[in-house]
C-alpha cells in the first residue's frame, strides 16, 4: 500500500460516519459504522487510530486482534469468515493485505492481495448522500490453478450496545411479517436456498439498541441486493466480534474459477439511523428515489384482472371490465394469466407465449386496443422463467429445464423452471416478449415467478447464479430494448422483493392477500425497504380471495392508498354505491399521490397491539396523510389518542377526516367532540405528543385524517 496513506480515512455523509482503518500489512477494517463523529482533524484522526488497538486478552494469540474487511481465519478470526474457498484444498486461509487504494471524498477503492494463494479481492465502499453504505467485493484467481469460490461476504461491524435483532419472515399471503429476539453469543443465520428471494426473507437484518421502535432508539440494518440463493446474519463471539454479514449462497462446485476469472458479490445495502427503524426506511427510500430510473410519472390508478376474471378470458367480458374501470378513473388496465397458449387453467402451456387462439381468436387486438381507446395504458402477465410439461414448448425443447434431464425435480403449482441462462431460451423469451410488447403496445409486464427452484442445473453444475444474472440481463435486454415500459417483480405475490430484482424493476406486487388487515401489516414490513410507489396494494372484492374475511370498502380503501393504489376485483358486478365509493377513492388517490409516493412514511408506535397506525408527512412537512386501523378488538375502553409524529413543530395543522368510501363504523353513542366539529386546528406539538382521541371503531375499521399545515 502506498506508505503516504493516512492510517485512518473518514466517510461522512447524512448524520452517518464510516472510519476505514488502513494498516500497511494488513486488509482494511471498518472501525465504526454509525453515527456521524462529527469533523476529525488529520491530527485527531492519529489519535483514534492510536486507541483503536486492543489489548491482548489471556489464552488467545499474542497480539491485539483485528478483523478486516473479509475476516480471516489465518487472522485467528473464529466467525463466520469473509472468503471462503480452496485451490485443489489448498489455499483455505487467505491473508491479504492492501495493495491499492483510491479515495475520494465518499468511495474507496481498495485492492487487496495474497500472491501465495494467488488471489486479489477488489473492493467498493460507498458512503452516498443519504448515508447508505455500499459494499461490494470481486474475486479474482490470479493463480494458475482453478480456485473454487465457497462464499464471499459483505461484513460491516455493530457496537456492543446493539442487542436486539429484528428481521422478517413469512409465507404465501404472509409476507415479510416481523420478528424479533435478543442478540445473544453466536449468530443468527437466515439462509434462503429458495432460488428466488422467498416469501420468508430476512429482507432486512436489523440490529438496535434494548427496545428500538420506528421512531426511537439507533439501529443498523443490512440487505442483500439479490433475488437468488443468500445467507445473512448477525453474528456476535466473545471476542469482541459483533457483526452483520450477508453473501450470496453457493453450492458445492457452483462457481470455480479459472485463472484470471473474477466472481463479483450482490451488492450490500448497509443503513444506519439514531431514529428507530423508520430511519433506516428513510434512508433506503430517499437513495431509492434519487436513482435516474425511478419512476417519475404519477404512479397510474391499476385495475389487475386476476381476481375479477380468473382464467375466464372473454372479450365481451373483459371489454365491459374496462369501460367499468375508466369510467371510475382507472389509467392501467392489466390483463393477467391465460392469454396465452392452451392456458385454461394452471396445468398447462407456461412457455407458450403466443396468443391463444381459442381464447383470442383475433389477437389481443381488440382488448389492448379497446382499453388504450379509453384512455388506459395496456398491461399483460407473464411468467417468463417457467414451463409446464404439458406445453409445446417442453415437448419442442425438453432439455430446456434447469435441471438434471434424468431427475427433473417435483413439479410446483404443475411447472418446472426454465434454464434462462442458456443463450437459445434468453433469446426465445425475450423475441416472445418483446414482439409482444411492440405489437400491443404494452405500457406493463407483470413478471410473475410462481416456485421454487430445486436442484437447479445449468451445464452441468449448480445454476442459481447463473439463472439469477440471466434473468437480470433479460430484463435489461427488454428495457432497453422498449424505453418506458414498466415491470412488475411478482412471484407467487410478494416473493421477490429485493433490490436486485427492483434495479430493473418498476413496482412489486406485496402480496397476494388482498385482505385489508392482513395487507397493512404486509405493506409496513415491504415498506421498511422500499418506498409506497414501488408497493402495488389493490382494493380488492369485499370478503377476500386468501382469507375469506370481509371488509368495507372503506378499510380496503384505506390500506391500499398505503402503496401503488389498484383494484383487484370485478368491478362489474359491485354495487353502484361501492362503485362510487370507489370512483371517491380513485380521486383521493390522485389528489393524494404526489405526497404519499414522495413524502416520508411516519409508522407510530402506538401503545395498542389491535390497533395500528401509519402516515406520509410531505418532505416540507406542510401535509401530511395518516390511517388508523382498528384491526382486532382492544381492550382499551377508548382507543389510546392517535399521535402524529414527523410533523413540522412549529407549525399549526388543520385535521380533516377523509371518507372516500364511507365512515368507518364505530360503537358507542359520543364520539370526541373533534370528531364532529366543523375545524380542528392543533399546534403540531399537540398532535404530535397529545395526539387526538379517537371514537370507539368496531373491530377491522379504519380511519383516514388529512393534516395541512394553515
Ligand atoms: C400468481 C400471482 C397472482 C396471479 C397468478 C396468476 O399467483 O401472484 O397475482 O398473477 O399467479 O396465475
Known amino acids: 500500500?502506498?506508505?503516504?496513506?493516512?492510517?485512518?480515512?473518514?466517510?461522512?455523509?447524512?448524520?452517518?460516519?464510516?472510519?476505514?482503518?488502513?494498516?500497511?500489512?494488513?486488509?482494511?477494517?471498518?472501525?465504526?459504522?454509525?453515527?456521524?463523529?462529527?469533523?476529525?482533524?488529520?491530527?485527531?484522526?492519529?489519535?483514534?487510530?492510536?486507541?483503536?488497538?486492543?489489548?491482548?486478552?489471556?489464552?488467545?494469540?499474542?497480539?491485539?486482534?483485528?478483523?478486516?474487511?473479509?475476516?480471516?481465519?489465518?487472522?485467528?478470526?473464529?466467525?463466520?469468515?469473509?472468503?471462503?474457498?480452496?485451490?485443489?484444498?489448498?489455499?483455505?486461509?487467505?491473508?491479504?493485505?492492501t495493495a491499492q487504494l483510491t479515495a475520494d471524498a465518499n468511495t474507496v477503492v481498495l485492492t487487496a492481495v495474497d500472491e501465495r494463494s494467488g488471489l486479489q479481492v477488489d473492493s467498493t465502499l460507498e458512503l452516498d448522500a443519504q448515508g447508505v453504505l455500499h459494499l461490494r467485493h470481486t474475486l479474482t484467481n490470479t493463480g494458475d490453478t482453478a480456485f473454487e469460490v465457497g462464499e464471499l461476504a459483505l461484513i460491516v461491524p455493530i457496537p456492543p450496545d446493539a442487542t436486539e435483532i429484528a428481521d422478517f419472515t413469512g409465507r404465501w399471503t404472509a409476507e415479510r411479517m416481523p420478528q424479533r429476539?435478543?442478540?445473544?453469543?453466536?449468530?443468527?443465520?437466515?439462509?434462503?436456498?429458495?432460488?428466488?428471494?422467498?416469501?420468508?426473507?430476512?429482507?432486512?437484518?436489523?440490529?438496535g439498541t434494548e427496545?428500538?421502535?420506528?421512531?426511537?432508539?439507533?439501529?443498523?440494518?443490512?440487505?442483500?441486493?439479490?433475488?437468488?440463493?443468500?445467507?445473512?446474519?448477525?453474528?456476535?463471539?466473545?471476542?469482541?466480534?459483533?457483526?452483520?454479514?450477508?453473501?450470496?449462497?453457493?453450492?458445492?462446485?457452483?462457481?470455480?474459477?479459472?485463472?484470471?476469472?473474477?466472481?463479483?458479490?450482490?451488492?450490500?445495502?448497509?443503513?444506519?439511523?439514531?431514529?428507530?427503524?423508520?430511519?433506516?426506511?428513510?434512508?433506503?427510500?430517499?437513495?431509492?428515489?434519487?436513482?435516474?430510473?425511478?419512476p417519475s410519472a404519477p404512479r397510474p390508478v391499476v385495475l389487475n384482472t386476476w381476481e375479477a376474471v380468473y382464467f375466464d378470458h372473454d372479450l365481451a367480458r373483459l371489454k365491459h371490465l374496462a369501460?367499468?374501470?375508466?369510467?371510475?378513473?382507472?389509467?392501467?388496465?392489466?390483463?393477467?394469466?391465460?392469454?396465452?397458449?392452451?392456458?385454461?387453467?394452471?396445468?398447462?402451456?407456461?412457455?407458450?407465449?403466443?396468443?391463444?387462439?381459442?381464447?383470442?381468436?383475433?389477437?389481443?387486438?381488440?382488448?389492448a386496443q379497446h382499453v388504450q381507446a379509453l384512455g388506459m395504458q395496456f398491461g399483460l402477465w407473464f411468467e417468463p422463467e417457467m414451463i409446464n410439461e404439458d406445453s409445446e414448448l417442453y415437448r419442442a425443447h425438453p432439455d430446456w429445464v434447469l435441471a438434471d434431464p434424468d431427475r427433473l425435480p417435483d413439479t410446483s403449482r404443475h411447472q418446472q423452471v426454465l434454464d434462462v441462462a442458456r443463450p437459445e431460451v434468453s433469446a426465445y423469451l425475450f423475441s416472445c416478449i418483446d414482439s409482444l410488447v411492440?405489437?400491443?403496445?404494452?405500457?406493463?409486464?407483470?413478471?410473475?415467478?410462481?416456485?421454487?427452484?430445486v436442484a437447479a442445473r445449468h451445464d452441468g453444475r449448480a445454476g442459481v447464479h447463473a439463472q439469477t444474472a440471466a434473468v437480470y440481463a433479460l430484463l435489461d435486454r427488454l428495457r432497453d430494448a422498449n424505453p418506458g415500459l414498466e415491470i412488475e417483480s411478482c412471484s407467487s405475490g410478494g416473493a421477490r422483493v429485493d433490490l436486485g430484482i427492483l434495479q430493473r424493476t418498476d413496482r412489486v406486487w406485496a402480496s397476494d392477500c388482498n385482505d385489508a388487515v392482513q395487507r397493512m401489516q404486509i405493506q409496513r414490513g415491504t415498506s421498511q425497504l422500499i418506498p409506497l410507489e414501488l408497493i402495488g396494494a389493490h382494493v380488492g372484492p369485499p370478503t377476500a380471495h386468501t382469507s375469506h374475511r370481509t371488509h368495507d370498502l372503506s378499510m380496503r380503501v384505506a390500506a391500499a392508498l398505503f402503496g401503488h393504489f389498484g383494484i383487484e376485483w370485478d368491478i362489474a358486478s359491485a354495487t353502484e354505491a361501492d362503485r362510487a365509493g370507489l370512483r371517491e377513492a380513485i380521486a383521493l388517490y390522485r389528489r393524494l399521490r404526489p405526497l404519499l409516493h414522495t413524502g416520508s412514511l411516519v409508522n407510530v408506535d402506538h401503545p395498542d397491539p389491535a390497533a395500528m397506525a401509519v402516515g406520509v408527512v410531505s418532505k416540507d412537512r406542510r401535509s401530511a396523510v395518516f390511517t388508523y386501523h382498528q384491526i382486532a378488538m382492544g381492550v382499551r375502553e377508548a382507543p389510546a389518542p392517535l399521535v402524529f409524529p414527523g410533523l413540522d413543530p412549529?407549525?399549526?395543522?388543520?385535521?380533516?377526516?377523509?371518507?372516500?368510501?364511507?365512515?368507518?363504523?364505530?360503537?358507542?353513542?359520543q364520539p370526541?367532540?373533534?370528531?364532529?366539529?366543523?375545524?380542528?386546528?392543533?399546534?403540531?406539538?399537540?398532535?404530535?405528543?397529545?395526539?387526538?382521541?379517537?371514537?370507539?371503531?368496531?373491530?377491522?375499521?379504519?380511519?383516514?385524517?388529512?393534516?395541512?399545515?394553515?
Open 1 to 97: 500500500m502506498p506508505t503516504d496513506q493516512p492510517e485512518l480515512l473518514h466517510l461522512r455523509a447524512d448524520g452517518v460516519s464510516v472510519l476505514l482503518r488502513l494498516p500497511p500489512d494488513r486488509q482494511a477494517e471498518i472501525l465504526w459504522w454509525g453515527t456521524d463523529l462529527g469533523p476529525l482533524s488529520d491530527a485527531e484522526l492519529s489519535s483514534v487510530a492510536a486507541v483503536s488497538v486492543g489489548g491482548v486478552p489471556n489464552n488467545s494469540l499474542d497480539r491485539p486482534y483485528r478483523r478486516g474487511l473479509l475476516p480471516e481465519r489465518s487472522q485467528g478470526y473464529r466467525g463466520r469468515p469473509g472468503l471462503v474457498g480452496h485451490r485443489a484444498g489448498d489455499a483455505f486461509a487467505p491473508l491479504l493485505r
Open 181 to 207: 429476539l435478543p442478540l445473544r453469543e453466536g449468530a443468527w443465520l437466515r439462509q434462503n436456498r429458495r432460488g428466488r428471494t422467498g416469501s420468508d426473507a430476512a429482507t432486512l437484518m436489523t440490529v
Open 211 to 294: 427496545s428500538f421502535r420506528f421512531r426511537s432508539g439507533q439501529v443498523w440494518a443490512v440487505h442483500l441486493g439479490w433475488s437468488g440463493d443468500q445467507s445473512v446474519w448477525a453474528e456476535s463471539h466473545p471476542d469482541g466480534t459483533r457483526v452483520l454479514g450477508a453473501a450470496e449462497l453457493l453450492e458445492a462446485g457452483e462457481i470455480v474459477l479459472a485463472p484470471g476469472e473474477r466472481y463479483t458479490t450482490p451488492e450490500l445495502f448497509a443503513v444506519h439511523s439514531a431514529a428507530g427503524s423508520d430511519g433506516i426506511a428513510d434512508r433506503l427510500h430517499t437513495m431509492l428515489r434519487a436513482r435516474a430510473h425511478h
Open 323 to 367: 369501460d367499468v374501470a375508466a369510467d371510475l378513473g382507472v389509467e392501467r388496465f392489466v390483463l393477467d394469466d391465460g392469454w396465452f397458449g392452451g392456458r385454461r387453467n394452471d396445468l398447462s402451456s407456461l412457455g407458450d407465449w403466443q396468443v391463444s387462439t381459442e381464447a383470442w381468436p383475433d389477437g389481443l387486438g381488440p382488448i
Open 438 to 453: 411492440k405489437e400491443y403496445r404494452i405500457a406493463f409486464l407483470k413478471w410473475d415467478h410462481n416456485r421454487d427452484l
Open 650 to 669: 412549529g407549525l399549526h395543522y388543520r385535521v380533516s377526516r377523509l371518507e372516500p368510501a364511507g365512515a368507518a363504523a364505530t360503537i358507542g353513542s
Open 672 to 710: 370526541p367532540p373533534w370528531w364532529t366539529a366543523d375545524e380542528t386546528v392543533l399546534p403540531a406539538t399537540m398532535l404530535s405528543l397529545l395526539g387526538l382521541p379517537l371514537p370507539v371503531l368496531h373491530p377491522e375499521q379504519a380511519v383516514l385524517l388529512e393534516l395541512t399545515a394553515l
